[in-house]
């Protein structure tokens, strides 16, 4: 697969999703000439309960992905922008130069799913509102996905995630009464400053406490830190972690 796709959790009309999108075109989109967006909507056959995809549908989804990333990979009229699943469908959205050809050309790379239904629709969109108002992540969002990529990082070294272990995070602020009060709150959920530097008018304060680094369990982490950065008007600015493989 080309590009650099990535995915990320969040909640579509107040339910369970998660959207998976390639991030290049956030500094090639909007494409000249592609102002038409397509979305194909499929209804799966074996949600989970929490309307999301499941391990028993995997394969049936990742062969009707692969028929759509061959057709793109083949046509520079259309492109293959990122996915939502939510509520037990997995939608599709695309940008192409002509919509009524490029409806055509994806009904018939699916024609060996007819088994699953589909609904096929597009809408003139030269802004690429749905990719960069729908579809991109907000900067919390990033977060999460910078999250992911670390944790792939530390388990191809053999991290075992489960493991408790001290973990660094930053935290960059415009005042120091303001970092004073971020790792004062901190203080009371566990943390310590380990370390507070002043350089350019910024004020960074590395804030140490040890926790497993789990999918959710670092997530709940990052994100307090992320909320509490924001609230006093910082930014949270990344975290880092040995490699504990438990010998």
Same mark, same amino acid.
């Given at each position: 697969m080309?590009?650099n796709?990535?995915?990320y959790?969040?909640?579509?009309e107040n339910?369970?999703?998660?959207?998976?999108?390639d991030l290049?075109?956030?500094?090639t989109?909007?494409?000249?000439?592609?102002?038409e967006?397509?979305r194909l909507?499929?209804?799966m056959?074996?949600?989970r309960p929490d309307g999301?995809?499941?391990?028993?549908e995997?394969?049936?989804?990742?062969?009707?992905?692969?028929a759509?990333?061959a057709?793109t990979h083949e046509n520079r009229n259309?492109?293959?922008?990122?996915?939502?699943t939510?509520?037990g469908?997995?939608?599709?959205?695309f940008y192409?130069?002509?919509?009524e050809?490029?409806e /055509?050309?994806?009904s018939t790379s699916?024609?060996?799913?007819a088994?699953?239904?589909?609904?096929?629709?597009?809408?003139?969109?030269?802004e690429?509102?749905c990719?960069f108002?729908?579809?991109?992540p907000?900067?919390?969002?990033?977060?999460?996905?910078h999250n992911?990529?670390?944790?792939?990082?530390?388990?191809?070294h053999?991290?075992?995630?489960h493991?408790s /272990?001290?973990?660094?995070?930053?935290?960059?602020f415009?005042?120091?009464?303001? /970092?004073?009060?971020?790792?004062?709150r901190?203080q009371?959920?566990?943390?310590i400053?380990t370390?507070?530097?002043?350089a350019?008018?910024?004020?960074?304060?590395?804030?140490?406490?040890?926790?497993p680094?789990t999918?959710?369990?670092?997530?709940?982490?990052?994100l307090?830190?992320?909320?509490?950065?924001?609230?006093?008007?910082?930014?949270?600015?990344?975290w880092?972690s040995?490699v504990?493989?438990?010998?």
């Amino acid at each position: 697969m080309s590009g650099n796709w990535a995915f990320y959790p969040c909640r579509v009309e107040n339910m369970s999703a998660s959207i998976y999108l390639d991030l290049n075109y956030k500094d090639t989109g909007p494409m000249p000439g592609l102002t038409e967006n397509l979305r194909l909507k499929l209804q799966m056959k074996e949600p989970r309960p929490d309307g999301l995809s499941s391990h028993e549908e995997f394969d049936q989804l990742r062969a009707i992905e692969d028929a759509i990333m061959a057709l793109t990979h083949e046509n520079r009229n259309l492109v293959f922008v990122g996915r939502n699943t939510s509520a037990g469908f997995r939608e599709f959205y695309f940008y192409a130069s002509d919509a009524e050809t490029a409806e /055509r050309e994806i009904s018939t790379s699916l024609e060996a799913f007819a088994h699953y239904e589909f609904e096929l629709g597009s809408a003139s969109d030269p802004e690429w509102r749905c990719y960069f108002g729908f579809l991109f992540p907000s900067d919390r969002d990033f977060q999460l996905i910078h999250n992911s990529q670390l944790l792939e990082q530390l388990e191809s070294h053999g991290d075992k995630h489960h493991l408790s /272990r001290p973990i660094d995070h930053t935290l960059v602020f415009p005042t120091s009464t303001a /970092r004073e009060q971020a790792a004062l709150r901190a203080q009371a959920k566990g943390f310590i400053a380990t370390e507070k530097e002043e350089a350019d008018g910024a004020f960074m304060v590395t804030l140490q406490r040890s926790d497993p680094v789990t999918y959710h369990e670092i997530n709940d982490v990052v994100l307090g830190l992320f909320d509490l950065s924001r609230e006093l008007g910082g930014t949270y600015d990344g975290w880092g972690s040995p490699v504990t493989d438990g010998e």
